[in-house]
């Protein structure tokens, strides 16, 4: 089951990095999270009270909601959204797989995990990579202010989901399934980000063309009820630092897909900067990694 979970998130969320970049264009990015997850909300919450799936919650459990609703369902995204105006999605991927760096120094600060030597490793190749990955727009003519803000915007929406994990992990421990977080998260992110829109006087503008509606749906179901309820499924059952490993496969795929549609070059560099990220947060995950469940009472 937890092979099944972890191959469909890499599947899915590998994709998902496609959808968001043909989401560019008249729509802008912050209406555009609004519709996918006013979507995603309104479909999660009442199919699951038809199935009387939703657990009782408390006020106490609502704030955590609040919490997860602000990091995993929608400043988070809107950062990622902004990012691919000015970087290819498939970078932006590689950026986000380095949620693991970030979970193991979280689970430390939150929780008391301390991070060994391989986390140090892993983070040093992480960055290498990053660069060589990023050194025709560093040293070539394409390097400009908006590169910088485009991997700054991705940086921060990895670094706030990495703080949904821990949040995730808090709700775990208080018995909660992940279909009843995500379902009171995803409606609290919409909230979040109605209010965004009004204090930014962002229009409810539309695309009527059919690719963009079509990967809004996708981005929607696939990319944010199934995915979001096997991730978080994911750190339930193995932890928040095993889950983070499907982010290392996103980039392979991803990228693969930019190549076939924003018309990414593969350099050499790129090529070895793309296996260092890989490498490193293989490394901070340790090379016996398996989907069994955690021993220690720390997920």
């Known amino acids: 089951m937890n092979a099944f979970l972890y191959m469909s998130v890499v599947l899915i969320w590998g994709t998902t990095w496609i959808g968001i970049y043909w989401q560019l264009g008249t729509v802008p990015p912050l209406a555009s999270v609004f519709y996918r ?89 992480g960055i290498v990579g990053l660069v060589l990955l990023f050194w025709e727009d560093l040293v070539g003519g394409t390097w400009s202010l908006d590169v910088l803000r485009g991997l700054a915007l991705a940086v921060l929406g990895t670094y706030l989901f990495s703080l949904g994990n821990m949040i995730s992990i808090r709700n775990s421990k208080h018995k909660l399934q992940p ?3 995500s379902a009171y998260s995803m409606i609290y992110g919409v909230l979040i980000l109605a209010v965004t829109m009004t204090v930014t006087q962002t229009p409810l503008a539309w695309d009527s063309q059919p690719l963009y509606f079509g990967s809004l749906l996708y981005l929607a179901i696939p990319g944010t009820i199934l995915a979001f309820t096997a991730y978080l499924t994911l750190i339930e059952r193995i932890g928040a630092n095993k889950a983070a490993y499907a982010t290392v496969m996103f980039p392979v795929v991803a990228l693969s897909l930019s190549s076939v549609f924003e018309g990414y070059e593969w350099q ?10 890989l490498l490193g947060n293989a490394i901070l995950l340790g090379l016996k990694f398996t989907l069994s469940k955690p021993k220690g009472p720390h997920q």
């Open 268 to 277: 050499l560099l790129g090529f070895v900067g793309l296996v260092l990220v």
């Open 179 to 181: 279909l009843t977080t």
């Open 37 to 125: 997850f006013i979507i995603a909300a309104a479909l999660l919450l009442p199919i699951l009270r038809l199935l009387n799936k939703v657990q009782p919650v408390t006020w106490t459990d609502h704030r955590y909601f609040l919490l997860q609703g602000c990091c995993l369902f929608s400043f988070n995204y809107i950062c990622f959204y902004i990012a691919t105006q000015y970087i290819v999605s498939g970078l932006a991927s590689v950026i986000f797989s380095t949620a693991t760096l970030f979970n193991a120094l979280n689970n430390q600060w939150f929780w008391g995990e301390k991070p060994t030597g391989q986390t140090y490793l892993a983070g040093a190749l």
